[in-house]
């Protein structure tokens, strides 16, 4: 499940490089509805706990309890949702960088310094190198557009 989750964010088209709302928002549901579902009674009893299990033992309140406590959180990403647009519509507050602060690092525009300066050998960074073989890929397909035409 978050698996698919995961993959889902190159068909919808949001940007989450580290696959947190995949892992943690998806996993966390599944994982908070299917303790109410499959929470059993013998197991935790194993640990010296007494409870009353979930809807396996045949006590659906801890279901109940587990989708009220999924509702709250599905609100809150909601909520945090609408704050994070409202913010990122105030001039000045942006939350997405520049392209080119982007390609060069945010260590680089919001600090002044780089944090991993690698030398390509040739007098260049690691970014900017990369900037440069992504141009000269873009600039060759458009070559070679022109040349079948």
Same mark, same amino acid.
């Given at each position: 499940?978050?698996?698919?989750?995961?993959?889902?964010?190159?068909?919808? +088209?949001?940007?989450?490089?580290?696959?947190?709302?995949? =892992?943690? /928002? &998806?996993?966390?549901?599944? #994982?908070? $509805?299917?303790? +109410?579902?499959?929470?059993?009674?013998?197991?935790?009893? =194993?640990? /010296? &706990?007494?409870?009353?299990? #979930?809807? $396996?033992?045949?006590?659906?309140?801890?279901?109940?309890?587990?989708?009220?406590?999924?509702?709250?959180?599905?609100?809150?990403?909601?909520?945090?949702?609408?704050?994070?647009?409202?913010?990122?519509?105030?001039?000045?507050?942006?939350?997405?960088?520049?392209?080119?602060?982007?390609?060069?690092?945010?260590?680089?525009?919001?600090?002044?310094?780089?944090?991993?300066?690698?030398?390509?050998?040739?007098?260049?960074?690691?970014?900017?190198?990369?900037?440069?073989?992504?141009?000269?890929?873009?600039?060759?397909?458009?070559?070679?557009?022109?040349?079948?035409?």
């Amino acid at each position: 499940m978050v698996n698919l989750a995961s993959r889902c964010k190159d068909y919808l +088209g949001y940007d989450d490089t580290l696959d947190a709302f995949g =892992l943690h /928002g &998806v996993g966390g549901i599944v #994982g908070g $509805i299917m303790t +109410g579902l499959l929470h059993q009674k013998s197991i935790a009893m =194993l640990d /010296g &706990v007494e409870t009353e299990g #979930g809807a $396996i033992d045949g006590n659906w309140t801890k279901v109940r309890t587990t989708d009220c406590c999924m509702s709250i959180h599905c609100r809150l990403v909601i909520l945090s949702y609408a704050i994070l647009f409202i913010i990122n519509k105030i001039p000045g507050l942006q939350l997405r960088v520049s392209p080119e602060e982007e390609r060069d690092g945010q260590d680089v525009s919001e600090m002044g310094e780089s944090a991993y300066e690698f030398d390509m050998g040739f007098g260049k960074s690691l970014a900017e190198a990369i900037y440069d073989a992504e141009s000269a890929t873009k600039e060759a397909s458009i070559n070679n557009d022109f040349i079948r035409a």
